[in-house]
């Protein structure tokens, strides 16, 4: 049977349509986010589906040692819900899922979610202009617009590595910690040098008795400069909000000012930052051999650039092996590279961060004319400003293709999509418009532009990272400034839309 979403409390005071049932998809930083945004606009029509018992997303499963954002806190939380109480510059993960709790229990959202309930199908209807959605209980609900809000970080990848489960040891990943297992006094292996490992490997350095590090490609590393902050300082932040936007605004602006030093494919701009990141290396490592390892043979930027104060230290404590000899087997004992070594462990953590394949599309999709998503995107992800997709009417994407930036808050990107999003949202109920969908010459032209000006970027100076799709293609990232992003983003453009009423 086919459930209507609750209808929209808020009908009779806005005047707008009495029925206009909106699903969101996950309750992370994107689906909360937009739902607050709807009920500021005064639209409360919305259900949360939400796969896991609780919200939090990202910040809900990465519970793993030292996990943590990379974005000062002040600009890694939501513009229209700053907190004066970060503890400090860096939030750990724990603190970041307590400010998604906090903001779902503000808004009164959990009414709106229904938890352990996962999507696996949806399908358009065109002539009455609704999604029906069915969850993995064979349960079915329409609605007229979808915004997924699914993420892109989400399912842990698992390397193809020779004999992974034959290991009778621990092993887990680090976006499923195992948090039950005592890792004192065990012998440990990290496989993996990425944003995850950078974390992990100091945070538990020093609980181990031996731990080996499997890099595959070293990563450029910056200094991080986290600090505590004081009551002092947080009360004043709570009393004078303005010095709280004063601190997100310098940071927004920093990261910009910097951000082509990251993101643009020239050599004199990425000198500077690798200048700073190999005086950061001598000052952490002073043995020769190991800083010789460590350090990267590719273009600053190329790769997601990593902050850790006590990352390249670590290897120089006594406990610790960086082994750079590629991984021949995992044994049911231990692990045994190339050389023929086998060094014996007593647990394995993978750090080899997650499936992008179809992240945006983790499920069938159905759009005009029965096409399905998978089929749309045969030849990589595409969408209309990594939002909208010609074919899938009223189907809005948060964290789509090309959305994500190498140099700042990843919520610059998501706070604009929102607004787009409810902007949209706003028009198709006040004027009864059946449903919308991206003109596909629009999303080409924009997409070209787009692959156009990735040319220009350091991702694609050659090094092999998760930004980049099998065919060496980038559909991760935005190629530019996230202000222009923003920019051009932020408003719903009827004009690059069929309006079918
Ligand atoms: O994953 P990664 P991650 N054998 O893909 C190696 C976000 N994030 O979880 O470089 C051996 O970056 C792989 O080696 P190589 C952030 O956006 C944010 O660390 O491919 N090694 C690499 O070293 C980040 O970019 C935060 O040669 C293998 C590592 O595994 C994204 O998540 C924290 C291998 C994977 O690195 C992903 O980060 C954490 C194999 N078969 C994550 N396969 C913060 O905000 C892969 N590797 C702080």
Redesign the pocket.
């Known amino acids: 049977m086919s459930n209507p979403l609750p209808q929209d409390a808020s009908n009779s005071s806005s005047g707008a349509s009495a029925d206009f049932p909106i699903a969101i998809i996950g309750s992370g930083f994107s689906g909360l986010g937009t739902a607050i945004q709807l009920k500021k606009a005064g639209i409360d029509s919305f259900t949360i589906f939400e796969r896991a018992s609780d919200v939090g997303g990202t910040w809900r499963d ?1 519970t793993y040692p030292g ?5 000062p806190s002040h600009a890694y939380s939501l513009s229209f819900e700053q907190s004066p109480d970060w503890s400090r510059r860096f939030a750990e993960s724990g603190e970041i899922y307590d400010y998604l709790k906090s903001i779902t229990h503000k808004w009164d959202l959990r009414k709106q979610i229904r938890f352990n309930t996962e999507i696996v199908d949806a399908r358009f209807d065109e002539a009455a202009g609704t999604w029906t959605l069915t969850t993995g209980d064979d349960e079915t609900f329409t609605a007229r617009v979808v915004v997924s809000c699914a993420g892109g ?1 989400v399912d842990p990848a698992n ?3 020779k004999g992974l489960h034959t290991f009778t040891g621990k092993i887990f990943h ?1 976006a499923r910690w195992n948090h039950e297992y005592n890792l004192a006094g065990r012998r440990v292996a990290v ?7 950078v ?1 992990v490997v100091p945070a538990i350095v020093d609980q181990v008795e031996q731990l080996d590090v ?4 070293p ?1 450029w590393v910056v200094p991080k400069r986290d600090k505590v902050y004081s009551e002092r300082f947080k009360r004043v932040l709570g009393r004078f909000p303005i010095l709280l936007r004063a601190s997100r605004f310098v940071t927004y602006w920093m990261s910009e000012l910097f951000g082509p030093i990251v993101f643009l494919d020239n050599q004199r701009l990425a000198s500077v930052g690798k200048r700073g990141s190999l005086m950061h290396l001598r000052a952490q490592v002073k043995d020769p051999d190991l800083r010789r390892k460590l350090r990267p043979n590719f273009q600053f930027g190329c ?2 650039i990593l902050i850790s104060d006590e990352y390249w230290s670590s290897f120089e404590k006594p406990n610790v092996e960086l082994v750079t000899d590629p ?1 021949e087997e995992i044994k049911s004992t231990g692990i045994q590279t190339r050389d023929g070594q086998f060094r014996p462990l007593d647990a394995i953590i993978i ?4 499936e992008l394949g179809m992240a945006s599309a983790p499920f069938p999709i159905t759009g005009l004319g029965d096409r399905s998503l998978d089929e749309a995107w045969k030849d990589g992800a595409v969408a209309y400003k990594g939002m909208t997709i010609a074919g899938f009417p009223n189907w809005f994407i948060l964290m789509g293709p090309n959305t994500g930036p190498g140099h700042t808050s990843v919520l610059v990107y998501t706070e604009a999509q929102m607004d787009h999003t409810v902007s949209a949202i706003k028009k198709i109920r006040k004027e009864g418009i059946r449903y919308v969908d991206v003109r596909k010459e629009v999303q080409d032209h924009y997409n070209d532009g787009l692959q156009g000006r990735m040319k220009h970027m350091v991702w694609s100076t050659g090094c ?3 930004y980049l799709s099998k065919d060496g293609s980038n559909r991760s990232l935005y190629p530019g400034y996230a202000a222009e992003y923003a920019v051009r983003t932020r408003r719903f453009q009827p004009r690059d839309y069929r309006l079918i009423r």
């Open positions: 990465n996990a943590a954002c990379d974005v970080l390397p193809d590595i680090t496989i993996g040098t990425g944003a995850s490992a974390q499997y890099q595959r490609t990563a790769k997601r991984i750090a080899t961060g997650f092999n990272s998760w």
